[in-house]
């Protein structure tokens, strides 16, 4: 398997203005891609709702290792393949010394359930 060969891509939404609130369009949200990525699973975890109906969840976590300055931000949304996972985390890591290791790091959140 080749690293750094994934696709990810990312959902924008427009924004707009209800009683002075910023309200996400996802109906109008725009795409764009991010190649050369490497996706790792980081965690999955079964959730069980108490209550008067018990539901079971599956909570799954992805690991993106985006390259360095990838247009993304928490308040986008992802598609990996072809599932629609939250951004809960993004961080741009640029190298101490030269840029071989310069990279975005991304958190992607999924429930299913």
């Not at 996400?24 to 699973?41: F, L, N």
């Amino acid at each position: 398997m080749a690293l750094h060969a994934e696709t990810l891509t990312v959902l924008r939404p427009q924004w707009t203005v209800q009683r002075g609130d910023r309200i996400a369009d996802w109906a109008a949200a725009t795409a764009h891609d991010i190649p050369r990525c490497e996706v790792q699973p980081q965690s999955v975890t079964e959730v069980t709702s108490t209550g008067a109906v018990t539901r079971q969840a599956v909570a799954r976590e992805l690991r993106v290792f985006a390259p360095a300055g990838a247009d993304i931000d928490e308040h986008d949304r992802a598609r990996y393949r072809g599932e629609l996972y939250e951004v809960t985390s993004v961080a741009h890591w640029d190298a101490p010394v030269g840029r071989l290791l310069a990279h975005t790091d991304v958190t992607l959140h999924r429930i299913e359930g």
